[in-house]
């Protein structure tokens, strides 16, 4: 059997998020590390921010998507990330 970890890192909040960027010119771009596998940023992936925006998350799953189930859907901020810049290969998946 494989071992297995409890992986539980700190999310920031809005407020956090806030006093990191405080300072920054507004023409700032955002980088993000993306890490390669759970708390590993040795060769993390760097990615930009393309956009925020609230979306619903189901009550029942966690996934996207409007509740359906009737019960209130709960809205979590999210930012969207896209590779940096550069010239890449199509991908033939």
Known sequence: MADTFEH???VWTAGRLR???AGL???TPIHIGVADSPGDF???GEYVL?????????????AEAPAASGGPA???F?????ASAGVY???LD
């Open 8 to 10: 539980q890192p700190q």
């Open 19 to 21: 006093q990191a960027l």
């Open 25 to 27: 010119p507004d023409e």
């Open 42 to 44: 040795e060769g993390y």
């Open 50 to 62: 393309v956009d925020a925006e609230p979306v619903e998350m189901d009550p029942d799953d966690g």
């Open 74 to 76: 709960r809205v979590q």
């Open 78 to 82: 999210t930012l969207f990330a896209d």
């Open 89 to 91: 290969h199509h991908d």
